[in-house]
Nanobody, 119 residues
Framework: QVQLVESGGGLVQAGGSLRLSCSAS????????MGWFRQAPGKEREFVAR????????YYADSVKGRFTISRDNAKNTVYLQMSSLKPEDTAVYYC????????????WGQGTQVTVSS
């Protein structure tokens, strides 16, 4: 069982930056590929970024590529999402999720953190 807790959301002006954190419980964090997703009001949840459990390779949605950076610190059981050049359309609840050994299924989800970008 893995518990995920996101933090770092808030209100920021367009063009600004935020860093989200996701802390995980348990001793097997390094075995999980970690992902960030978001859901805007009235829209479906969408993929934002992921970082692999092995090798640390990263992958981004086209909408955030070049603006967002995902990273992880296995010693701290934490994954980060550095968001820069924020746009109003980035406004959403952001969730982190864990996929054991990148099987393609995110088994564990956090409760989400709100990011609001004002124009």
């Amino acid at each position: 069982q893995v518990q995920l807790v996101e933090s770092g959301g808030g209100l920021v002006q367009a063009g600004g930056s935020l860093r989200l954190s996701c802390s995980a419980s348990g001793r097997t964090f390094s075995l999980y590929t970690m992902g960030w997703f978001r859901q805007a009001p009235g829209k479906e949840r969408e993929f934002v970024a992921r970082i692999s459990w092995i090798g640390g390779s990263t992958y981004y949605a086209d909408s955030v590529k070049g603006r967002f950076t995902i990273s992880r610190d296995n010693a701290k059981n934490t994954v980060y999402l550095q968001m820069s050049s924020l746009k109003p359309e980035d406004t959403a609840v952001y969730y982190c999720a864990a996929d054991f050994r990148e099987r393609g299924v995110y088994d564990y989800w956090g409760q989400g953190t709100q990011v609001t970008v004002s124009s």
